[in-house]
């Protein structure tokens, strides 16, 4: 099981990971894929991929990786992730709870909203197999997301790339 616990509400969410497997989550050769998903607790284990596509009012929770997670067409999710790169394309009202080691890039995205991916505590309380010994998310994201660079890391999320910024005018990007 995974508590999750998120530090503005101090509520606590029970995650059965392996109960995850949604009929709309499907492992590719290049990493795991959820789509269609409404309302859904989505509990995302290391892998070199993830791929969040038609989601809307979901909350993902994703172990850190030395991957890539690609998010597309999603509306009112929260998500919690730790990666190498981060890209987010053509989605609105979302909230991303983000460490990565290059800058998180958007793309066609309106009401975003960015903050420190240690805003979720559950990893602390998990008993996920290669997670033992693991007590910060520091430690998670070294150990088990492989990051080298753990300073710029945890304050990628204030750096956030947007695609159409970069050819014409910056986006409106809100802080958690």
Not at 103 to 121: H, K, N, T
Not at 149 to 157: H, N, T
Request: glycine residues 6%; charged residues 20%.
């Amino acid at each position: 099981k995974l508590v999750a616990t998120q530090q503005a509400d101090h509520e606590k969410e029970e995650i059965e990971p392996a109960n995850n497997s949604v009929a709309a989550k499907e492992e590719t050769a290049s990493g795991e894929v959820f789509t269609d998903l409404n309302g859904q607790v989505i509990f995302v284990r290391t892998a070199k991929a993830v791929f969040i596509r038609r989601c809307s009012n979901c909350t993902v929770y994703a172990l850190p990786t030395d991957g890539s997670l690609f998010i597309s067409d999603c509306d009112g999710c929260t998500v919690y992730c730790a990666s190498h790169q981060l890209r987010v394309k053509s989605s609105v009202r979302l909230s991303l709870y983000t460490w990565c080691t290059s800058r998180p890039v958007i793309e066609s995205c309106s009401e975003m909203l960015f903050g420190g991916y240690d805003a979720w505590q559950g990893l602390l309380e998990s008993e996920v197999s290669h997670a033992e010994g693991l007590l910060t998310h520091a430690e998670w994201a070294t150990k088990v997301g492989h990051f080298k660079d753990l300073d710029w890391a945890q304050k990628s999320y204030t750096q956030v790339d947007d695609f159409h910024w970069l050819k014409q005018s910056q986006s409106q990007i809100g802080r958690a």
